[in-house]
Each structure stands twice: as C-alpha cells, then as structure tokens.
Nanobody, 114 residues
C-alpha cells in the first residue's frame, strides 16, 4: 500500500504563486510516474502535469509556461510550482503516483481570487 500526503494549497490572489508538494510513503518499489490533476466544481478531473521516472514531463496546454512539475526521487516527492495563477486555476488538486497500480492523494484546495 502507498500513502500520499499533499500540502501547499491555499488562497492566493491572481498573479500569485503557490507550490504544492506530495510525499509518497509505504510499499514503494518503483515509481513509474507522478503527477497532478485538478477538479473544479461541476467539472471533470483533468490532467495538469506529469513527470516520469526518466523525468519526462507533460503539461496541460492551459498551464504551460506557468506551472512546473519536478520530483525528488530520494524523497519520493513530487512538486508543482504554480506561477501567474488565474481564477480559472481554482480547483482541488490531486496528486497521483503510479507504481504497479495508480494511487491518489486526498486533494488540496487551491483558490485564486480575482
């Protein structure tokens, strides 16, 4: 079993920055990929950014140039640096880690005020 602990969400004004963290612990043998997804009220959960074990990254078009995903393999932690935040970035952000099966974090609220 893998446990994920997310942190770093909060309330920020438009144009501001936040950094999300997600630390994985438990029965971790090989992490294939780590990533962040988000779900706004009334909308489906969507991909924000992912990073593979080979550090290949992928971003949603809506966040390219503003968000940066990174990982610390020694700490089994993935980060999401979010800059130039917009009100439309408001959502619950979920961490996802894929080993032999995918695991989800509990979610952290990000609210961007205009």
């Amino acid at each position: 079993q893998v446990q994920l602990v997310e942190s770093g969400g909060g309330l920020v004004q438009a144009g501001g920055s936040l950094r999300l963290s997600c630390a994985a612990s438990g029965s971790i043998f090989s992490i294939i990929a780590m990533g962040w997804y988000r779900q706004a009220p009334g909308k489906q959960r969507e991909l924000v950014a992912t990073i593979t074990s080979g550090r290949i990254t992928n971003y949603a078009d809506s966040v390219k140039g503003r968000f940066t995903i990174s990982r610390d393999s020694a700490k089994n932690t993935v980060y999401l640096q979010m800059n130039s935040l917009k009100p439309e970035d408001t959502a619950v952000y979920y961490c996802r880690v894929v080993t032999t099966t995918p695991y989800w974090g509990q979610g952290t609220q990000v609210t961007v005020s205009s």
